[in-house]
């Protein structure tokens, strides 16, 4: 009976933690250089964020930071051509969302026949997506190794660059 009532009195003591909604993440914030800023309040211990942008008409994860109990945290955010909206995400606590916008919206005209390499005019940052919308490669390249990729459509999201392709 004792281990009964101990485990509803935690039980509540969690659930009335939750329901307070102590625990914060606010003023997000772009720098110049693309790093992402965020402040936290109550930051429970051992917390992780999640920073998640909207793509496909969903939220994909696009990064993790480990807590460290201080008030404010940064994350390189790599965005991808046109509006970025971006929110972080926290045991069970979201953030307001942000959007960001690159000076760069382009999109090629023609689509890319791709065999082994995709070759950029200068390094940057890029995602490559199957026709199914889930995320193959990713990394900061001036040439794309693509060799390994099966026969298929995708799609490349570059800093400077949007394009589909066909490896072949």
């Known amino acids: 009976?004792?281990?009964?009532?101990f485990l509803i009195l935690?039980?509540?003591?969690?659930?009335?933690?939750?329901q307070r909604?102590?625990?914060?993440?606010?003023?997000?914030?772009?720098?110049?250089?693309?790093?992402?800023?965020?402040?936290?309040?109550?930051?429970?211990?051992g917390a992780k964020y999640d920073i998640q942008q909207y793509r496909y008409g969903r939220w994909i994860n696009a990064g993790k930071v480990a807590g460290k109990n201080q008030p404010d945290?940064?994350?390189?955010?790599?965005?991808?051509?046109?509006?970025n909206i971006i929110r972080i995400f926290s045991s069970n606590v979201t953030s307001d969302t942000i959007t960001y916008v690159t000076k760069s919206s382009r999109t090629g005209g023609w689509l890319w026949r791709v065999e082994k390499k995709i070759e950029l005019a200068s390094e940057e940052y890029y995602e490559i997506y199957n026709s199914s919308a889930k995320l193959i490669l990713k990394g900061t390249a001036k040439v794309v190794d693509v060799k390994n990729l099966e026969n298929g459509v995708?799609?490349?999201?570059?800093?400077k660059t949007i394009q589909k392709f066909l490896k072949h």
């Open 154 to 159: 995708y799609y490349f999201y570059g800093e």
């Open 1 to 5: 009976m004792r281990t009964l009532i």
């Open 73 to 83: 945290y940064k994350y390189k955010f790599y965005p991808r051509s046109g509006a």
């Open 21 to 45: 909604g102590d625990f914060r993440i606010y003023e997000l914030s772009i720098d110049s250089v693309g790093y992402l800023h965020w402040l936290v309040k109550n930051e429970p211990q």
């Open 10 to 18: 935690l039980t509540l003591s969690v659930i009335g933690r939750g």
